[in-house]
């Protein structure tokens, strides 16, 4: 059955370090989501993209925060210059079309990041 | 309020009981749904239930939405140990193409 994947599992970076973020979302699908998770509290969107831009960001996704699709099969979120706050698990999703309303959100096991 | 709050926080029952989990939210939407997420790992869809709908069925889940009272319950019967994870309700709010979580129920299946 075909799934998001998602690298690395858990990184640890030092505070004001860049860090990329990587996935490969569902090869059919045209949504494409961040997600993060503050451990053991609620699940906080970050972002949305379609058709190679963002349609949509929350106000967590600051200047900081950068998506791309680079070469068609990877999608990436970049954290330019990494705080404490950010410490959190970053979650990639996707769905193969957004017709008729958000279906099914398919996820990734995760990117743990740590920033110490 | 946020939308998608979910009640209780914690749930706590004995295996073989019924869970019941409940979901607030406050703006209309396209449809709700359920997910399931086990300690440390991505979350698995479990169910989706339209605005129109007002009940649904899968397997040992039951979910309703009553629009009026804009909530939604789920229903887990007969649970087994392996049911223990947390449940978050996500709401599809109309114009929005994304999914707003609640902050979950944690539940735990005692063997």
């Known amino acids: 059955e075909p799934e998001v994947t998602q690298t690395p599992s858990h990184q640890v970076t030092q505070m004001g370090q860049e860090v990329i973020l990587r996935c490969v979302p569902i090869?059919?699908?045209?949504?494409f989501y961040w997600y993060r998770q503050i451990l053991g509290q609620k699940v906080e969107f970050l972002v949305s993209?379609?058709?190679?831009?963002?349609?949509?960001k929350s106000e967590i996704f600051d200047d900081q925060f950068s998506v791309e699709r680079p070469d068609g099969s990877n999608f990436t979120l970049k954290i330019r210059s990494t705080k404490l706050e950010d410490s959190a698990m970053y979650f990639c999703?996707?769905?193969?079309?957004?017709?008729?309303?958000?279906?099914?959100?398919?996820f990734g096991e995760g990117s743990r990041l740590t920033v110490l | 309020s946020q939308q998608g709050e979910e009640d209780p926080q914690a749930l706590s029952i004995q295996e073989g009981e019924n869970a019941t989990m409940n979901c607030s939210y406050k703006?209309?939407?396209?449809?709700l749904q359920w997910y399931r997420q086990n300690s440390g790992r991505g979350l698995v869809h479990l169910i989706l239930?339209?605005?129109?709908?007002r009940e649904k069925h899968s397997g040992r889940l039951r979910v309703t939405l009553d629009t009026s009272k804009k909530s939604s319950s789920l229903l887990i019967t007969a649970s087994r140990a392996a049911d223990t994870a947390s449940y978050f309700c996500?709401?599809?709010?109309?114009?929005?193409?994304?999914?707003?979580f609640g902050q979950g129920t944690r539940l735990t299946i005692n063997p």
């Open positions: 239930i339209r605005s129109n709908e």
């Open positions: 996500a709401t599809d709010i109309w114009g929005a193409q994304k999914l707003v």
């Open positions: 993209f379609y058709n190679n831009e963002i349609s949509e």
């Open positions: 703006t209309s939407i396209n449809n």
């Open positions: 999703a996707s769905i193969p079309t957004g017709a008729g309303g958000t279906g099914e959100l398919f």
């Open positions: 090869s059919n699908h045209l949504y």
